[in-house]
């Protein structure tokens, strides 16, 4: 996503001034292979704007680099996701579970749910999903905890920004209608 220079100056000159925002998105969300590293699961979250034929999808770190990084103290930045995979759209440090605790690496947890992957896909002669759970496991042990890291170190914000989601990273989202039955006399 590119802003023009006028749009970053009035952006920032906003963000800069000691007040509270309120940023909403309400649409299409996907994730892409993470390129740089920053990502547990190795995969940046998107979004997907009106004209994301003709100029992409807006990354996660891009977001973060624009919406969070030029915040100064004082400023509060409420965000509300409405999208699918939009667990971590800002790639805000923390993270925090719906009963207020801050979630952290768990490889014990991950290692448990690798091994009950692999029991399963091995019970149902599944070699090859018993080699992808290991390699998965092995992937995320090897690299969440330094990505987690990296993340901490290099996204922290002086502002207060909160975000909230409609959808984990791995989870996508929809829209039921219920509407009632026409009554026919």
């Known amino acids: 996503m ?23 998105v309400i649409g299409h969300g996907g994730q892409t292979k993470d390129l740089d590293g920053d990502e547990e699961d190795g995969y ?3 979004i997907y704007p009106v004209d994301f034929r003709q100029v992409g999808h807006i990354v996660d770190d891009e977001m ?31 993270i925090y579970s719906t009963q207020g605790l801050l979630k952290e690496p768990n490889l014990a947890r991950e290692a448990g749910q ?7 896909n091995y019970s149902q002669g599944n ?3 018993v080699a992808n759970e290991v390699m998965g496991f092995f992937k995320k042990a090897t690299t969440g905890e330094d990505a987690y890291n990296r993340t901490i170190a290099t996204k922290t914000s002086p502002a207060d920004v909160i975000m909230w989601s409609g959808s984990k990273d791995d989870q996508t989202s929809s829209v039921h209608f219920f509407l009632p039955k026409p009554v026919v006399h």
Do not use: W
Not at 4 to 23: A, D, E, G, R
Not at 65 to 94: E, N
């Open 114 to 120: 690798g091994l009950l992957g692999v029991i399963s």
């Open 64 to 94: 973060h680099d624009i919406m969070v990084k030029p915040l100064l103290p004082g400023v509060r930045l409420t965000a509300i996701f409405d999208s699918c995979h939009s667990g971590t759209a800002l790639d805000l440090p923390y």
């Open 2 to 24: 590119t802003l023009c220079s006028s749009t970053t100056q009035v952006y920032k000159y906003f963000l800069s001034t000691p007040s509270h925002y309120l940023l909403t």
């Open 127 to 129: 070699l090859s999903g």
């Open 44 to 46: 940046d979250e998107v």
